[in-house]
């Protein structure tokens, strides 16, 4: 079977980075990775496309890179999604089994799951993925496989990502307006976890935080199977924009470079004295204190753990994290955010995530490759339903579900 071009792109709020992978169903293991593009992200605002034309251009820059580092022609590809103020629902569907205590068989489980997806979603919503969670027989006994069990009812639980429809539609408008055709959308929160965590960590159980730009997302996984996300509107860009109005850097990028160089999230052995310069504005150079500029990262990012936190209450998420918390996204690279996000999860261990040796150079020596892990998790989603495409005209459930449930959608 010949080998399969899979590309996927993310339109992040800072950066638009796309990934080329070679995958063979044949061949064991992750897709090889042979090219990637990245540029600065122009026309998103907090995730959200605020000038389609600029958006067109940016991606069309990344793609006409990849395709010529790869020597290859681009005319599909998988979005990564981030937007649209992200949300996730519980989805269950029901087949009754023909025969009392009969068999259960391949039909029964696709109109389980057809009946699952027929669930409504809010109004102005759209559909990105439904995970699937479980199946569960005669309402007591949880099965990874229902085929040819006994029972007299199926249920399949899963968890739906949704999100705003117009907001979902005008990211997959401008990325089309390249001539690449969008073929499936998958959620960034259900994506990370692949990319930057272990099978042992999501089979213990983990609370993957991913930090991007303009918006956080969050997911929960447990016996690899992904059982709630979140999101929330504040990103990095918040905690950039603060400094800049604290301290009067004159621009976002003397602010952002401020963050990176000298900032932390915890205000612990910072000496009240010290000073730190402030990247020079039209020549002019001056310093602040450190702490000041500590005390204002902190007080944006302990607000926005804590928002995080409670979310994750609520669904009843913070029992069972044996693997603890996992940070990812270019947010997780400030100094100390770990210990305080221990701190506002009282106790919870944290630290920042890692991809596995991806055999490209120009991420495996990047020391924020961390920021591509949503992306690399997408790359092996993609490369899971490219797999089960195969026997999708003899299966009613093999297109339906990969590793974290039904491959994206396509709003």
């Known amino acids: 079977m010949a080998k399969t071009p899979l590309v996927v792109l993310e339109v992040g709020t800072a950066r638009t980075v796309a990934l080329l992978g070679i995958h063979s169903p044949k ?58 103020d992200l949300q996730g629902m519980p989805i269950h569907g029901r087949a009754e089994i023909d025969a009392e205590y ?81 073929a499936t959308v998958f959620s960034a929160a259900a994506s990370a976890p692949l990319g930057c965590t272990s099978p042992e960590q999501r089979r213990n159980g983990v609370l993957v935080i991913d930090l991007g730009g303009g918006t956080t997302s969050w997911s929960i996984t447990r016996d690899e199977k992904i059982l709630a996300v979140g999101h929330l509107a504040i990103g990095g860009d918040h905690v950039t924009n603060d400094i800049l109005c604290a301290f009067h850097t004159g621009k976002d990028e003397s602010a952002a470079e401020l963050k990176h160089a000298a900032a932390q999230a ?24 450190l702490r000041a500029l500590d005390m204002v990262v902190n007080a944006r990012l302990d607000e926005m753990i804590r928002i995080i936190r409670d979310d994750v209450r609520a669904v009843g998420g913070l029992e069972g994290l044996g693997a603890g918390i996992v940070l990812c996204g270019g947010g997780a690279l400030l100094r100390e955010l770990p210990t305080l996000v221990t701190r506002v999860f ?35 989603r993609a490369a899971k339903v490219r797999q089960d495409e195969q026997p999708a005209e003899s299966s009613g459930r093999s297109r339906l579900f990969n590793w974290f449930g039904r491959s994206g959608g396509r709003p």
């Open 346 to 380: 009282d106790g919870i261990p944290c630290a920042v995530g890692s991809l596995p040796p991806l055999d490209c150079p120009e991420i495996d020596d990047d020391p924020e490759k961390i920021r591509y892990a949503a992306l690399y998790g997408a790359l092996l």
């Open 266 to 289: 915890i205000l612990d052995g910072v000496d009240p004295a010290e000073q730190v310069p402030v990247p020079k504005v039209l020549g002019i150079g001056k310093k602040i204190k």
């Open 27 to 84: 061949t064991a293991g992750p897709p090889a990775i042979v090219a990637v593009s990245v540029a600065k992200t122009s026309g998103v605002r907090k995730s959200e496309v605020v000038s389609p034309q600029s958006v067109t251009t940016t991606v069309a820059s990344v793609l006409k890179k990849l395709s010529e580092s790869g020597n290859v022609d681009i005319n599909q590809l998988d979005l990564v999604y981030s937007g649209g």
């Open 102 to 182: 009969g068999e259960v068989d391949e039909e029964d489980v696709a109109a389980a799951i057809a009946h699952m997806r027929d669930t409504p979603v809010p109004s102005g919503r759209t559909t990105l993925e439904d995970i699937k969670c479980d199946y569960v027989i005669d309402a007591k006994r949880v099965v990874d496989d229902p085929v040819s069990l006994t029972a007299s009812e199926l249920v399949v639980n899963g968890i739906r990502t949704h999100v705003d429809a117009n907001s979902a539609r005008a990211v997959i408008a401008a990325v089309e307006e390249t001539g690449a055709v969008v």
